[in-house]
């Protein structure tokens, strides 16, 4: 038993991994990572048996022939611990031992399964049975008594439970796995943060760029925002929401309440999400400049990517890429974060654990998609009751989540004493309204292109290209910019620098955007006009206008609805909604019984507690813990495929991941962007870092763009195949306008995300 080998050694090395050590050591590690939420002795002895199977007499000479060749050892290992697991009385937790490769399955066929295989080696069943009593001596003739009794009560939190505990499995045996590739003595894991030294840094930072800043009229009740935040951190774990209105410093005092939250109650982590790259990378970098010293460890850590690393269909590089969040402070996206939670692959889910007694700040939280919100609400209600977990719900725009069953009984604690107060004391700007008659969309670049300074928000590509080219056609590009998703992230990172300039400056300025602009992005216009749109991204648009209040009339906020303007599918019923609650002679948008009614109506007109809803089937699924059928859609019946519109998805199309040198910002830059592709296509396994220089220019185009004719002649596949499909990262080898990105023919606009 004691020559019993896990893993061959490492290159330019003859140290065998032992398979003694390496089951201790994972099982050691899974115990720490859920001691937090009292999981440790199952997830320790589902670290134990995960590769008793690599006992067998056939899986060590297999390994002794292909050790030398780094090739694969082909015999199956994950069968026999399975067995052992589920039927001492883990029963539907053994799924991550059989699961710690290839993915979490769907538990009713689990037994199954791991029966199929075992009858197809018996002999290699025996073999390493009989080792057993040598790897394992105290082994456990039952479990049962180890599983938590609330996990067994309730599907739902014994299913959360299950993800944790696998998560922490798979991470566990990577971490242990890479030490011994590494020549580590052991794995490494960076020791819990010091948030009382993290928070006291944040605060003089903080007080230090604001006294360097000057006062403003909005800044005391900024100031009394974030007092209250921290008031507010003093409490205990739960949920908590934050509904200061747009420019009351938010991002500041939610960061300082995660971090007091997180030292009052010893958390391990704060974890900040948003909708959009933008803001990701706007908020990684307000909070890396208040938070990161120089020679100490990283505090910050940024993960997003416009390249899909845990698509399966990516490639063995995928696996590179995934991060485990082992960091004190992780901002990433909604995508992250929710796809990772119900995700089934370990390259997804072997971050998920970390979640588990930590602070979860989901900023502009009106941007989850309604379609998702039920398995999202409940999945924050279970890690809140569960799990260690305190979730902040920061928007000026709140959603009526209480609405929905999901979260009807949780209870929250608002961070503000007077929301209302705090809207009317922070009211900048005064509505008008262009709704009937309906302008042109050039009528609009008109308006606009008479006034000093202004911004119009519309609600497609295809629309903010028309506006930019209305101003071309008039003479006054010069003083014009344009912003969307058609350009790369540095192309428009150098186009906000400019215009956040030239308003500084108090000089003549227009720009024209998608909503990408609108949440969180800190621009200030004297004047917004915006296409009529859902209620939410109203007032998110009127965010931008008179943003520090130093006009004394306060900012206007232009609603019209174009009469040759386009929308987002999407668009529809939301629209609808607005119209019923807001206008002329109706509500303003920062009403907030208007907004509640207003997401109370949307709630019911997307049937979001129907059965048939793809949120309630998904939640049917997670009670049945079929974990294939959350993550990969259920198995239709004619087709026999599994059926994708029904899966777990915070996009529901998803891109296609382009590069665009065009956008670097010099000629001498562009070309070490080429070079970097041409290296990153030749590469067998391409390097992580080459791939993180790219992210600031990728941009996505929707799928559907690949039907039209000539444009994958126009893209030349970077990663992840050899012809262009989602998953892929493609290279854009077409026109790049200087002003406006990617340049479609006029027919495949609509198809720009």
């Known amino acids: 038993m004691t020559f019993l080998r896990a893993h061959s050694p490492a290159p330019a090395s003859s140290r065998w991994h032992f398979l003694a050590d390496h089951l201790r050591s994972t099982a050691e590690l899974a115990r720490e990572f859920t001691a937090p939420f009292a999981g440790g002795d199952v997830a320790y002895w589902l670290g134990a048996l995960h590769d008793v199977g690599k006992a067998s007499c056939a899986w060590q000479d297999r390994l002794a022939v292909v050790a030398c060749t780094g090739g694969r050892v082909g015999i199956d290992h994950k069968s026999l611990g399975t067995r052992v697991a589920y039927e001492r009385g883990l029963g539907g937790f053994a799924g ?154 938010k991002t500041l005092a939610s960061g300082g309440f995660a971090l007091r939250h997180a030292e009052k ?196 590509t295809a629309d903010a290209k028309t506006v930019y080219d209305r101003w071309r056609e008039i003479g006054a590009s010069g003083v014009a910019w344009h912003l969307s998703t058609r350009m790369c992230p540095d192309h428009r990172r150098r186009v906000l620098g400019t215009v956040r300039a030239r308003l500084r400056r108090g000089e003549h300025v227009l720009l024209v955007a998608t909503q990408l602009i609108e949440a969180g992005v800190d621009v200030d216009f004297p004047l917004v006009f915006r296409a009529m749109a859902p209620a939410d991204s109203l007032l998110q648009a009127a965010g931008r206008a008179n943003r520090e209040g130093r006009m004394a009339d306060g900012g206007r906020v232009v609603v019209f609805a174009p009469e040759d303007g386009g929308q987002p599918p999407t668009y529809k019923t939301l629209v609808g909604c607005t119209g019923r609650q807001f206008g002329p002679d109706k509500a303003d948008p920062d009403d907030l019984m ?70 670097a910002g010099t000629p001498e830059l562009r070309r070490e962007l080429e070079q970097l592709i041409e290296e990153l296509r030749q590469a067998p396994v391409p390097d992580l870092k080459k791939l993180r220089r790219l992210q600031a220019y990728t941009t996505n185009l929707h799928p559907n763009t690949l039907r039209q004719p000539g444009v994958t002649a126009l893209l030349r596949p970077i990663l992840g195949g050899s012809e262009v499909r989602r998953g892929v990262l493609a290279e854009w080898v077409g026109e790049y306008d200087d002003a406006t990105g990617i340049n479609l023919d006029p027919s495949l606009e609509q198809f720009v995300l």
């Open 265 to 460: 109650h010893n958390l391990r982590r704060v974890i900040v999400a948003v909708p959009f790259l933008t803001i990701t990378e706007q908020n990684a970098a307000v909070y890396r400049r208040l938070l990161d010293q120089d020679g100490a460890d990283q505090v910050v850590l940024e993960h997003h990517s416009q390249v899909d690393f845990d698509d399966p269909g990516a490639g063995r590089w995928a696996r590179l890429a995934a991060e485990n969040w082992d960091a004190p402070f992780v901002v990433t996206t909604f995508v992250r974060l929710f796809e990772s939670l119900y995700a089934r692959k370990p390259s997804a889910m072997r971050r998920v654990h970390r979640l588990a007694n930590s602070v979860i700040v989901l900023d502009e939280v009106q941007a989850l998609p309604h379609a998702m919100l039920a398995p999202i609400l409940d999945g924050i209600r279970l890690l809140v009751r569960h799990f260690g977990v305190t979730v902040l719900l920061s928007s000026a725009t709140q959603p009526s989540f209480w609405a929905l069953d999901e979260f009807k009984d949780v209870p929250h604690t608002d961070l503000t004493h007077d929301t209302p107060k705090l809207v009317s004391d922070l009211r900048r700007v005064r509505y008008e309204w262009q709704l009937d008659p309906k302008p042109t969309l050039a009528d609009v670049g008109d308006q606009a292109a008479s006034e000093q300074a202004a911004l119009v928000v519309v609600n497609t």
């Open 96 to 249: 991550a031992i059989f699961g710690h490769h290839g993915g979490l399955v769907d538990t009713p066929n689990l037994r199954e399964r791991y029966r199929s295989r075992l009858a197809e080696a018996p002999g290699d069943v025996a073999s390493a049975e009989r080792e057993l009593p040598g790897l394992l001596p105290d082994l456990p003739e039952q479990f049962d008594h180890l599983v938590p009794a609330q996990w067994r009560a309730d599907p739902l939190v014994g299913e959360m439970a299950l993800r944790l505990c696998y998560s922490a499995l798979v991470d566990a045996d990577s971490l242990d796995t890479s030490a011994h590739f590494q020549g580590l003595s052991g794995p490494r894991v960076r020791p819990d943060a010091d948030f009382g030294h993290l928070y006291k840094v944040f605060e003089q930072r903080r007080r230090d760029e604001l006294a360097g800043r000057g006062g403003t009229p909005i800044g005391s009740l900024r100031e009394q925002v974030y007092a209250d935040c921290l008031a507010a951190a003093e409490r205990e774990r739960g949920v908590f929401r934050l509904g200061a209105p747009t420019g009351a410093g």
């Open 594 to 663: 208007a907004l509640g009614r207003y997401y109370r109506n949307v709630y019911s007109l997307l049937n979001l507690q129907d059965v048939q809803h793809v949120g309630q089937r998904i939640q049917q699924a997670r009670r049945r813990w079929e974990f294939e059928t959350v993550a990969d859609g259920p198995i239709d019946a004619s087709t026999k495929r599994r059926d994708r519109k029904l899966a777990f998805r915070m996009i529901s199309d998803d891109g296609i991941s382009v590069v665009t040198p065009q956008g």
